[in-house]
């Protein structure tokens, strides 16, 4: 159980908050803000004031930034609950602790953390509340630690907590290239599963070595190839994309099936609403589910049962630190695509969308 808050865990000492010297405290904080639906080249670089951390937070130096899918959305105002523009992007961060604030233990000073935002961690400096850490362990890269942290943490809970795959079973990953991809892939070749993975020609080698079966997601007859690779159907298939498509997703279920579909990545370009792709959704997985068919279907959201914010925390830590204990050991392959600075964050955005690369562009801000 995490204990970051006042007493360090396993002492009766009584350590009083501690604040790094003046020197290592940042005076200025350098930033990528979006400021409206702008092409990536758009995404402006500011420096504020540091602020420093509140009761009960920490500010994180950042070594790594990822770049998701959602910013993909975000730049075009199409993420599901993006906050109003301009805005500081960056889903999630891996970064050291400089200071702490009131109430926060002294000794996580100079540790390394994982930390999901959701928005705000495209800068050199976050500030961040201490109970939303995971420590990363010292022997592991801060930007493949990165790849592995709203990755990481979607992957494991809709493989783990959602389908609850086992050795034996078959299921399949759509976009087994991208990042929660390529890591639902490993994580279930570590569970024992054989795996299908959907994705662009030019993707199948890296597909290959991540131990899945390749499929081109634009081959005239996929149905017909996902049916010959698991004639009695699949355990689970991981659905992003959504739109029309996720009907036959659902009907490559086995008869003891779960679908587990976590976005809408088909309907990024489309105009109109950002929420109606994910409404629609909805219905139509518990339309399924009413089905007395024994297969089921969910929509995996990272943020559901955050209103119990406690529980929320350790589950979201305790699974995170699972993934981060494999990546040590050696058992998780890290897909960085390309480390970019900060202040090339407009490159970094233009090719993480290229769809040519696989696994993650990270943003590093400490090498501007
Ligand atoms: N629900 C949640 O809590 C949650 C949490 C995290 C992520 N997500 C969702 O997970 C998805 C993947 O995120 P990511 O950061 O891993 O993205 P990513 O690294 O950019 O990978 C995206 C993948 O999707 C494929 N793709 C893109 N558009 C597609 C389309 N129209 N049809 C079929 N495949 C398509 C890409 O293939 P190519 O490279 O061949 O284009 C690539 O394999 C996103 O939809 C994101 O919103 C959801």
Avoid: C
């Avoid at 350590?15 to 990528?32: D, L, S």
């Avoid at 702008?38 to 130096?61: C, S």
């Avoid at 599901?80 to 992007?89: A, E, L, N, W």
């Avoid at 959907?198 to 131990?211: D, I, M």
């Amino acid at each position: 159980m995490k204990n970051l808050i006042g007493r360090p865990a396993g002492t009766s000492a009584d350590r009083p908050a501690a604040r790094v010297p003046a020197a290592e405290a940042p005076h200025t904080v350098t930033e990528a803000v979006l400021p409206g639906i702008v092409e990536p080249e758009g995404i402006e670089l500011r420096t504020r004031p540091a602020r420093p951390p509140g009761p009960g937070q920490v500010t994180l130096a950042a070594e790594a930034a990822g770049i998701s899918f959602a910013e993909q959305q975000m730049r075009r105002g199409k993420y599901y609950d993006q906050p109003p523009f301009p805005f500081v992007p960056g889903y999630d961060l891996v970064g050291r602790v400089i200071q702490v604030g009131q109430g926060v233990r002294a000794d996580l000073l100079g540790r390394r953390f994982a930390v999901l935002t959701k928005t705000g961690a495209w800068a050199s400096h976050v500030n961040a509340d201490a109970e939303d850490l995971t420590e990363v362990p010292e022997s592991v890269d801060s930007a493949d630690a990165e790849t592995f942290v709203v990755n990481g943490i979607t992957a494991w809970q809709m493989l783990h907590r959602v389908a609850g795959v086992h050795a034996g079973d078959t299921v399949l990953v759509l976009g087994a290239n991208g990042g929660v991809g390529s890591t639902l892939v490993q994580l279930a070749r570590i569970a024992g599963a054989q795996v299908v993975g959907t994705a662009s020609p030019k993707h199948h080698s890296a597909v290959t070595a991540l131990g899945a079966t390749p499929l081109d997601y634009r081959a005239p007859d996929l149905d017909g190839q996902l049916r010959a690779l698991a004639p009695g159907g699949y355990a689970a298939v991981f659905d992003h994309v959504g739109g029309d498509g996720i009907v036959d997703s659902y009907r490559l279920l086995a008869p003891r099936g779960t679908l587990v579909s976590y976005g809408t990545a088909s309907t990024r370009d489309d105009l109109g609403s950002s929420k109606a792709p994910v409404l629609k959704l909805l219905v139509r997985l518990l339309w399924w589910n009413a089905l007395p068919n024994g297969k089921s279907a969910h929509f995996y959201n990272i943020w559901a049962g955050r209103r119990r914010l406690t529980p929320f925390r350790l589950k979201l830590s305790a699974d995170l630190t699972q993934v981060l204990a494999l990546l040590a050991e050696g058992r998780l392959t890290a897909q960085v695509a390309a480390r970019i600075p900060l202040s090339r964050v407009g490159e970094a955005v233009r090719l993480a969308e290229s769809g040519t690369v696989v696994g993650k562009v990270v943003l590093v801000p400490g090498q501007d």
